[in-house]
């Protein structure tokens, strides 16, 4: 039995594509557009190809006590609404997906708002999100027989190639921006075995060599302008759904960088509702760095119709990106289900980061944007009371510890990012302070640290 029932159709032009047809950059050859995975029937109430909705949430449940390989990923525990693969036997998996939704009482209880959570895809095998749309993306690679696999990445992209690839016995090649990813990225590329090269570039640049890489070679582009990539990438839209009883949150919070997952959730949602799993969909908002902020900028200027590329600027490295190759499927999510994209400052990353670290969870920088949009939109009036909202923390905290000690130290921030918020992060530092090996002299480290 063939389990393939997608085709591709082109986001700008709408032309429609067998997938083996796309083109090695994954860009519409009418329009120059990228793609998304369609599957006929699904948006026509009584298609024959339309799944029933009780009984899809009743396996998916079982499926989490199951035993078998591919039930036990959380990606393709949902196989049912990603059929890309002509056979799932050909699925690559860590066991991805079916991570944690942190309730955040501390910080709820601080904003005002009843119900704040974090969907901490951080918890996945590499440390980041990225883990769920590799797995979808690498299978596919896998499954049409290609050697070589190959990203530009601002870190996670890569470590999770890199992983998927060694698990697939593929080879894999990972170009980066020189001096601009975190370490613990950077050794987890070498550790699974990729090809690095770090180009004296950015992130952008990256892309341009690489697009260009797999026009004269044939290497599987597995960058997020690769549709199978949201595929896998939509399913914690699916764990949330299910976690609130299929009933959605009122509103989702995410980090922008390529624009890649802001989309993918947004599909995910929206397909669930097409079929019938859940009535509603939730708002869903993207925030940017404001020294990598295109988005916000189309927003401010052309209500998301126009996008002018920036030079991009952030400590949060893994959004350090000044031109994304996503952004129409985003502005559209964002519009579709009535979000905001904004930005926030360095300092504002940095203070929401170590806030949620005080409550727990540690996460990467750019995952912390999300607090600080929050913190924003409820001052600004579009968060209710009332609002069940849910951050996506999208990269562990291990990830990139020098920004998390700098903070620490105090040697994060300059003079006038931190202006006017000397306090708020003066009461968030917790330094490792240097003692006598003493029980005195520790104890007494204490009493300096009362309250
Ligand atoms: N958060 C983290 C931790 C990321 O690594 C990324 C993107 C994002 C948020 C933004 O997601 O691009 O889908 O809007 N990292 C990519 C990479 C670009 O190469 O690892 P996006």
């Known amino acids: ?11 700008g032009c709408g032309a429609r594509i067998a997938g083996p047809e796309a083109r090695p950059d994954f860009r519409c050859a009418q329009c120059g557009d990228l793609f998304e995975v369609e599957y006929a029937g699904w948006n026509q109430r009584k298609g024959p190809d339309r799944p029933n909705p009780g009984a899809l949430k009743w ?5 989490r006590s199951s035993s078998e390989s591919l039930d036990q990923s959380g990606v393709w525990r949902f ?15 860590l066991y991805e997906g079916n991570t944690p939704l942190y309730q955040l009482k501390r910080t709820a209880k601080s904003l005002g708002i009843d119900q704040l959570f974090a969907k901490h895809q951080g918890m996945n095998p590499t440390g980041s999100f990225k883990d769920t749309g590799m797995t979808a993306a690498l299978s596919v690679a896998r499954e049409r027989g290609f050697e070589w696999v190959a990203c530009a990445s601002t870190g996670n992209t890569s470590a999770a190639m890199a992983a998927y690839a060694a698990r697939a016995g593929l080879r894999s090649l990972v170009l980066i921006p020189d001096g601009k990813i975190a370490w613990g990225k950077l050794s987890q590329a070498m550790d699974y075995g990729a090809v690095t090269c770090q180009l004296k570039s950015d992130f952008d640049g ?5 697009t260009q890489i797999v026009k004269e070679a044939p290497i599987y582009l597995l960058n997020s302008v ?3 990539r949201l595929e896998g990438q939509k399913t914690p839209a699916f764990e949330i759904a299910e976690a609130f009883d299929w009933n959605v949150p009122d509103h989702l919070i995410v980090p922008g960088g390529n624009l890649a997952n802001s989309s993918a959730l947004g599909k995910g949602f929206r397909e669930l509702r097409e079929l019938g799993l859940v009535a509603r969909v939730p708002r869903i908002s993207v925030i940017q760095a404001d020294g990598a902020n295109p988005l916000t900028r189309s927003f401010a200027e052309s209500n998301g119709e126009k996008i002018q590329p920036v030079e991009a600027h952030t400590r949060a490295t893994a959004i ?3 031109n994304p190759a996503s952004w129409r499927k985003a502005a ?3 519009k579709d289900t009535g979000g905001w994209c904004l930005d926030v400052s360095e300092a504002e990353i940095a203070i929401a980061k170590a806030e949620l670290g005080a409550e727990g969870l540690g996460c990467e920088p750019a995952s912390a944007v999300t607090l600080a949009g929050l913190k924003k939109l409820r001052v600004q009036g579009k968060v209710a009371a009332t609002d069940a909202v849910v951050l996506v923390l999208t990269g562990h905290t291990l990830k990139d510890a020098d920004y998390t000690i700098n903070f620490h130290r105090g040697s994060l921030l300059t003079a006038s990012e931190s202006a006017g918020r000397e306090q708020e992060i003066s009461s968030l530092k917790r330094n490792a ?10 104890l007494s480290a204490l009493k300096g640290m009362a309250g």
């Open 79 to 93: 196989r049912e609404l990603l059929p890309i693969l002509d056979n799932f036997g050909n699925a690559v998996s």
């Open 320 to 322: 350090r990106i000044g």
């Open 332 to 334: 559209r999510v964002i």
């Open 226 to 228: 690769n549709p199978y």
């Open 1 to 11: 039995m063939n389990d393939n029932l997608h085709t591709l159709r082109c986001f």
């Open 59 to 63: 396996l998916w449940r079982e499926r």
């Open 433 to 442: 302070v240097v003692v006598d090996p003493t029980p005195a002299a520790v």
């Open 206 to 210: 990256c892309v341009r060599v690489l």
